[in-house]
């Protein structure tokens, strides 16, 4: 996060703490008051008939002083208890000069209690937005850090993974690469070559076949065959006749494997999509094996050539 973005967020952050915290206290304060205003309403209610106070429509003069020391006693228990409220006087007549009154009614008239309440707010409470804020913001800025640091931990763990590689088959030098590493190089004759993509073109369409040795090769993977042998002849590889790729099947595909061995030692993935299965077992176990290619891909070789 930016400096400047950081300040603005802070900014953001402050204003609407600070908007939530001015309607929160507000709230509070006159609920306060209006708690306090009713515990005083109930307690000189209780205490209204013990007080002398005059009552000008009965000639009655009262005892002012009395009033006025159960006022300053009330009022010296309001400011202990950090109440808002203070009790102005006490009369059976409203008082124009109150600020505000409560009146309580009974049978010998309505009595009026003016007060004056504190609805002023807490000034040095105004610094909890800003912490809020604050802390809103180191949060966010920490949060912000963590994802970029794993935003960088995943780009580095992407970059260190290898990409994956692919077969490359080099007619014009009739070698096989990787896509990786196009300096190490295997070579193979064009017999094995011919008939190693053949039978990676053929097993490409072909995913179900099942290749016995013990059988005849298809027609349509000789076909293939031939097809690289001719492109072998046209890059002028050879002038020779063209081999029988159903002679010699075990030896072809022998040369085949021991070039793959070498080739695709550290790419066991790929190696298990483009190396032809050996046969395991004697008898029978043997006329039930396939040297056909069941997971390759288009994608898993490139022939340069073609």
């Not at 007549?93 to 707010?121: F, W």
């Not at 970029?148 to 070698?175: G, W």
């Not at 993935?269 to 390759?296: F, I, N, T, V």
Request: positive net charge; aromatic residues 8%.
């Amino acid at each position: 996060m930016s400096r400047k973005t950081g300040l603005l967020a802070f900014s953001i952050y402050s204003v609407i703490f600070s908007l939530v915290f001015v309607f929160a206290h507000e709230r509070a304060i006159r609920y306060t008051i209006e708690q306090d205003l009713g515990s005083i309403k109930l307690r000189i209610a209780l205490d209204k008939n013990r007080l002398p106070i005059a009552d000008p429509q009965l000639n009655y003069a009262g005892d002012a002083a009395r009033v006025e020391e159960y006022i300053d006693a009330l009022n010296r228990r309001l400011k202990k208890e950090m109440s808002r409220v203070r009790i102005l006087n006490i009369s059976v007549q409203d008082s124009q000069t109150a600020e505000e009154q409560l009146l309580l009614s009974g049978a010998d008239g309505n009595t009026a209690i003016s007060y004056r309440a504190n609805t002023s707010h807490n000034y040095w409470l105004y610094i909890l937005p800003l912490v809020i804020a604050l802390l809103n913001l180191a949060f966010y800025r920490s949060v912000s850090q963590k994802r970029e640091q794993a935003k960088r931990q995943s780009a580095t763990t992407m970059a260190a993974k290898p990409k994956p590689q692919h077969l490359v088959v080099d007619l014009y030098s009739k070698t096989l690469c990787l896509s990786g590493d196009k300096t190490r190089q295997v070579q193979l004759a064009n017999k094995p070559l011919c008939f190693y993509l053949a039978l990676l073109e053929f097993c490409l369409h072909n995913p179900d076949v099942s290749l016995n040795q013990n059988k005849e090769v298809p027609d349509e993977l000789l076909d293939i065959a031939d097809k690289y042998f001719h492109r072998l002849v046209a890059l002028g590889h050879t002038i020779r006749k063209r081999p029988n790729f159903s002679n010699s099947l075990e030896k072809t595909l022998s040369e085949i494997r021991a070039a793959l061995d070498e080739l695709l030692t550290h790419q066991p993935e790929l190696k298990a999509k483009l190396y032809p299965p050996k046969a395991h077992g004697e008898g029978s176990r043997s006329k039930l094996h396939s040297y056909g290619l069941k997971a390759q891909k288009a994608e898993d070789i490139e022939v340069i050539g073609k």
